[in-house]
């Protein structure tokens, strides 16, 4: 029987603050348990795997994540909107580590939420469009922007930046840099001129 007081949703919280301290690679169903004071068997009754677990993880990061980039967003359009973005993407990713991690995992079709997705594309899209950018531009851009904050704040998170160099001047000049570059987004043929709708840098 299950114990008394557990659900899905407090084995998941559980699971993600432990992600946050320890890291993801050490969630296990047994080390949640632990914190509960309780049998493997009784996390069983709310979670059917550790991979479930994880997976649980992973979407109440998204969530979490999307959230904050809303709040962030919100009534900003052009530069003001990209520094905003960045800079929520970047404090989730620091302050929840192991969150952050889960929410980098592939996850099948089938538990991804149409809302959901719906809600970060509209964001993230809808950002982007502030720059005059349309199809593939778009998504193409989307990608630049994802490949450069998550390995700004994975090297961060590592101690990978050595240099003496003060981390946040690099931060702030590397999300001045994308604005440029998204504002003066080159054309197919190598072009880079901005668009007549495009905020000025």
Do not use: C, N
Not at 22 to 46: E, N
């Amino acid at each position: 029987m299950a114990r008394a007081g557990l659900s899905a949703q407090r084995v998941t919280l559980a699971a993600a603050d432990l992600a946050d301290s320890a890291g993801l690679d050490h969630v296990t169903i047994s080390a949640v348990a632990r914190g509960f004071g309780v049998k493997d068997a009784s996390l069983y009754s709310h979670v059917r795997s550790l991979q479930d677990l994880r997976h649980r993880i992973a979407l109440l990061a998204g969530g979490e994540l999307v959230d904050r980039i809303g709040a962030a967003v919100a009534g900003r359009s052009g530069r003001d909107a990209l520094i905003a973005f960045a800079d929520a993407y970047r404090a989730y990713a620091l302050a929840h580590p192991g969150r952050y991690a889960a929410s980098q995992l592939p996850l099948p079709p089938e538990l991804v939420d149409p809302a959901a997705f719906r809600r970060t594309y509209e964001l993230t899209y809808g950002m982007l469009r502030g720059y005059g950018l349309s199809e593939p531009d778009l998504t193409d851009a989307v990608r630049l922007l994802r490949s450069t904050f998550h390995g700004f704040v994975s090297l961060q998170a590592t101690g990978g930046f050595g240099h003496p160099r003060d981390v946040e001047q690099s931060w702030r000049r590397s999300v001045e840099a994308l604005h440029v570059l998204l504002a003066h987004w080159p054309t197919a043929t190598g072009g880079g001129t901005p668009r007549e709708d495009t905020p000025a840098p």
